[in-house]
């Protein structure tokens, strides 16, 4: 007879292990999509700026970062709420997504509008040197942050 305590360790690796195959099998499309829409944004004679004229006198508030930041926990929620079986169709939905993001990058390479921004507060400096390892002023849209970060917590949502 099988202890509740050994049906819940099996239970959770089984998560464990469903959540890790999501993620490994989510970084091996988005790596590379990411990086050729960073090199295509990079390479673009002209990118497009995807901001108004209005937009671009807003302040820059550094501690907004945070929220932005914020949004990579979102991954952490299946492995905490969605069941095993449900993994496999959001592993093809996000995907899908990334694919698609990775099209729209290839078709209309984009740049940001806004100027470099000011000086960040000390307590800042590690989330924006964090982020300034993987991000570029290329391919904000769509957003590969946002897009991610909505598929899971839709997905975790309904359980």
Known sequence: ??????????????????HARFIARFLAVFVPVYSLGLWRGAAAEAP?????????????VPAMIVL????????GM??????????????????????????VFMALPTTSGFPAHAPVPAA???AFALLGLVDRPFNLFPSLHVVGAALVLLASADH
Do not use: H, I
């Not at 007879?1 to 469903?18: D, Q």
């Open 48 to 60: 497009w700026v995807l901001a108004f004229a209005w937009e671009r006198g807003w302040p820059f």
């Open 124 to 126: 800042l400096d590690p």
């Open 1 to 18: 007879m099988v202890s509740g305590g050994k049906v819940a360790e099996n239970r959770w690796r089984g998560r464990l292990v469903a």
């Open 68 to 75: 932005y930041l914020s949004l990579l926990a979102a991954w």
């Open 78 to 103: 299946p492995l905490l709420l969605l069941p095993v079986d449900r993994y496999p169709a959001l592993t093809r939905q996000v995907v899908r997504a990334v694919l698609a993001c990775g099209v």
